[in-house]
């Protein structure tokens, strides 16, 4: 059944703080929907990069959507209203306004990825702090296209059209896709790999000069975080570095379940083990892509014996702070 709420209705409605409640949910159940898209087609491989704390991508794209439904002191939308006032040309008609929701909601999806990233994962932080050095230095500029943050050479506002990046270089941007598929010989080379990937855009393709920057990072952990080299960033970690500073993270963390659960007779020595075993796969898929879905997994593919239910009463709390102490030790010496 066709839905009889105009959005641009609703829209006009929380500019003028008149909505009713059915009108306000309507709006959110079409950003919820418009955010689980971004994120099933944007994030294909989402599950081997950050879902590792017990998230499902409803609940992820519920927090994606929060902010833009958050009221001041008077009740209102502020974010939406500032929105749809600072839009141009105004929106006059209900295409337009389907175009601005879905062009709100995709800008908030991809930045609350890009800190959910930073947070869940040091690694994509490290390369991601790499990547904005060299974007710096070599004066090229961060541009937010259609809710994706791109990379583009060149300064300020005329860097999209001296880019050719019209309305045909919109619809013909790279994807997340088309980084998946660059040659590895690209991210390997000794040149800068952001100016190694524009002249091969240029060379081989018939794409707009635009780089998706969180594609970039994904892609370039998924190369291999140890192996990889930032040529010409301040980052330059090799893969005995890399080592380094997982095995002392470990250390720690396995110092800490010394003291706070073994000592304290909460795991025995047997559990132990095989807890550490689960952290070290944990590691191991946190430098070769990112980590599977689900942290209680990693748990319960060492203890066949128990269920969720099982992990959930006994072990759940001890694995989570582990966990966190992990991330917490990598990023410390990751800085």
Known sequence: M????????????????????????????????????????????????????DSTLQEMAIDAIASL????????????????????????????AQFFLNRLVSKSTEKYVSELLRQSDPFFSKILDSITYLIEKNCYQKKRILGTTFILEGIGEDAMRSNGIGNMGIRNLPDSSFINELPISVFKS?????????????????????????????????????????????????????????KKAMDICYEKMQKSYIEKGKVSEIEAERIKEALN???????????????????????????????????????????????????EQLK
């Open 190 to 246: 000794n040149k800068n790999v952001v100016s190694e990937i524009f002249d091969y855009i240029k060379i081989n393709s018939n794409k707009a000069p635009a780089i998706p920057l969180n594609a970039l990072v994904m892609k370039i952990k998924s190369v291999k975080a140890g192996e990889f080299e930032l040529a010409d960033s301040y980052s330059n970690e090799n893969e005995s570095e890399i080592e380094s500073i997982t």
């Open 281 to 331: 796969k944990i590691v191991f898929d946190m430098r070769d892509g990112g980590i599977n879905q689900g942290l209680h997994k990693y748990f319960l593919e060492q203890f066949p014996e128990l269920n969720f239910r099982d992990y959930e009463i006994k072990y759940q709390n001890l694995f989570e702070y582990l966990f966190k102490i992990l991330k917490k030790e990598i990023a």
């Open 2 to 53: 066709k839905s009889t709420y105009s959005v641009l209705a609703i829209l006009q409605s929380i500019c003028e703080n008149k909505t009713t409640r059915p009108e306000i949910n309507h709006l959110i159940e079409q950003s919820y929907k418009i955010a689980m898209t971004y994120l099933k087609y944007r994030y294909k491989n989402l599950s081997r990069v950050f879902l590792a704390e």
């Open 69 to 96: 439904f958050e009221r001041n002191e008077s009740g209102e939308f502020i974010r939406i209203i500032k929105a749809f006032k600072d839009w141009d040309p105004p929106i006059g008609n209900e295409e337009t």
